[in-house]
Structures are given as C-alpha cells and as structure tokens.
C-alpha cells in the first residue's frame, strides 16, 4: 500500500530555534502534499497545501514566515519551523495524495507525525 | 461549506460487541467520504473510502461504512469490536472541485474505549 514516513518522529529544541521536519511518499509520486497540525484531543488543523515546484498555499492564520514549506521533489516536502517558541509545541502529520489510480482516486496517506516540543 | 459532524465525542463499547460511529457531511456535490483511525501517537491509517457506486464500502480490520445520500451520513459499523480496535476514529469528506479540490474536512473524531 501507499506509504508516506515522517522525519523525525519527536523532537526537542530550544526557543528561537529552527526545526524541519521531512515527509516522504516512499511508494508513490505526490504532486501535492498536505501539513496539519494536531492538539491534544482535537481533530487535525490544515496548515498548508505543498505543491511540488510551486509555493505552498496557507489556511487563514498560518504564518507562513513562520512555517516554511518547500516541496522540492515528487516525494519529498519539508516544514521548517522557524524561531520555534513553546507555543508551537504539537504533533504534526502530513499527508500525500496519491493520484496513480493504483489506490484507487484521490486519497490522502498520512505520515506517522511528528512531535515537536519547545522547551 | 463543507463540514464533517461527528456527534459522538467518546464512546465506549464491551469487546464482542458490535459498533457505530455516526458520522454527518455537508458538500455541494456527491462527496468522497473517508474514514481513519488514529492510535495514540501515531498517524491516521485509512480505513476505507467512498467515491461512487455501491453504498456499502468495506474496509480493511473488518470495518464497513454505509453512504446514506437522503441522511447525508457515512456511519462506519463493525459487527464485533475487539480490543485492539480502541483508538480515534475520525470522518473526512474530500473535496473534488474548485477550491476544495483535493483537500480534506475532518470530523472532531469519537474516541472508542473497548471494555474487556
């Protein structure tokens, strides 16, 4: 099956500084990718929409200074938090779309997330 | 606007027994509905999807979801949960055009607690 992988899977940093976190569709091309961001006990929060070769396109209220998004290859995009503060601790997971038609039509495959924590 | 309700915050169920997790969309069109489940700390996995035909879809660890258009519902059953199925469950609808294109509308989730 279709299988995205996230790097790292936790990590801690110190305030004011920058972490990115990878996300690779391993079986498959993913011309768009997808970054959410999740509190505890809530539903997923669309950051962004990665398009490969093109900018990413930001949900109202992201700042995209502070979450750079680059997708620099049909089965790579990055996020990097920049000058992190702890109030950008959160699980994010990302997504691939897969469009081969080997899965079927337009589904998203989510990574295994990633936990950030900014102490 | 789309929107995706999952009336049921928690629920809580004896292993064997059977389950529903109610599941409401609003779209402008024929939807793609989605079901994923979440364990903690990890990412969604798919269980099973909805894009057009027969309205009863089966999915992988014996779950099914039944696409009700006249109830705008996806309601996502298993005849005998077992206690390996205790996770988050969440409901998506996905956009297929315009500017929802390729995008998805999460529920809140249902948080499924399994008794022994």
């Known amino acids: 099956g279709a299988v995205v992988s996230q790097h790292p899977s936790w990590v801690i940093c110190k305030s004011g500084t920058s972490v990115k976190i990878e996300c690779r569709s391993l079986?498959?091309?993913?011309?768009?990718m997808f970054w959410y961001r999740q509190f505890p006990k809530q539903s997923l929060m669309l950051m962004a929409t990665s398009n490969e070769g093109s900018k990413a396109t930001y949900e109202q209220g992201v700042e995209k200074d502070k979450f750079l998004i680059n997708h620099a290859s049909l089965t790579l995009s990055t996020l990097t938090v920049t000058s992190a503060h702890p109030e950008d601790s959160s699980f994010y997971i990302c997504?691939?779309?897969?469009?081969?038609?080997?899965?079927?039509?337009?589904?998203?495959?989510f990574g295994p997330g990633t936990r950030l924590t900014v102490l | 606007a789309q929107s995706v309700t999952q009336p049921d915050i928690h629920i809580t169920v004896s292993e064997g027994a059977s389950l529903e997790l109610r599941c409401n969309y609003s779209?402008?069109?024929?939807?793609?509905l989605f079901w994923y489940v979440q364990s903690p700390g990890q990412g969604l996995q798919l269980l099973l999807k909805?894009?057009?035909?027969?309205?009863l879809v089966q999915g992988i660890k014996g779950f099914e979801a039944e696409f009700k258009r006249s109830q705008s519902s996806f309601n996502l059953r298993k005849p005998s949960v077992h206690w390996s199925d205790a996770a988050e469950y969440f409901c998506?609808?996905?956009?297929?055009?315009?500017?929802?294109?390729?995008?998805?509308?999460f529920g809140r989730g249902t948080q499924l607690t399994v008794w022994p």
């Open positions: 079986d498959f091309q993913a011309t768009t």
């Open positions: 779209y402008g069109a024929t939807p793609y």
């Open positions: 909805y894009f057009s035909g027969d309205t």
């Open positions: 997504s691939a779309r897969d469009l081969s038609g080997r899965a079927g039509t337009d589904t998203q495959y």
């Open positions: 998506a609808v996905g956009g297929h055009r315009g500017s929802t294109l390729g995008r998805l509308y």
